[in-house]
């Protein structure tokens, strides 16, 4: 685990080999740093709702590491006062593809509608042979240093 502080954000890095249990590793990694950074205990139910997010964000990334890319080698946060980034980086050059699921109601084929849905924006870059798969989501106004109102 690392972390870096530049300027008003912070980054913090996971190394990640393997595909058990690493779900549940980044979920709590990514709890952790927001708990750090102020977003739990939320003050607005709207606030929980967007931490809620990010840990099924989080999952969502990971999970389609391990399910199409061999599994996830680095979790990357970096927070800033107005949004998260939250990076997945594998070993696969292949880039992520939408599937059209074959039946709504079973499961699978929905990470990337569910990231699309409850992301700001998300892409993807190659990086050596594999890729690092990214999306950003704003921050709750607590967080951010904005006052909320009485």
Do not use: Y
């Amino acid at each position: 685990m690392g972390v870096s502080v530049r300027g008003q954000g912070q980054t913090r890095r996971l190394a990640l080999f393997g595909t058990k249990g690493v779900v549940g590793r980044c979920r709590d990694f990514t709890e952790q740093a927001l708990a750090d950074w102020g977003w739990t205990p939320a003050r607005t139910r709207q606030d929980e709702e967007l931490a809620e997010d990010v840990l099924l964000l989080v999952s969502e990334l990971v999970t389609n590491a391990c399910l199409h890319a061999g599994g996830p080698t680095e979790l990357v946060l970096n927070h800033t006062g107005d949004r998260l980034r939250i990076e997945v980086a594998d070993a696969s050059p292949e880039h992520p593809r939408p599937r059209v699921p074959q039946v709504v109601s079973q499961p699978g084929g929905h990470g990337l509608i569910v990231i699309e849905r409850l992301a700001r924006s998300w892409g993807w870059a190659p990086v050596g042979d594999g890729k690092i798969v990214w999306l950003e989501v704003g921050t709750p106004a607590h967080a951010a240093g904005e006052r909320q109102p009485p």
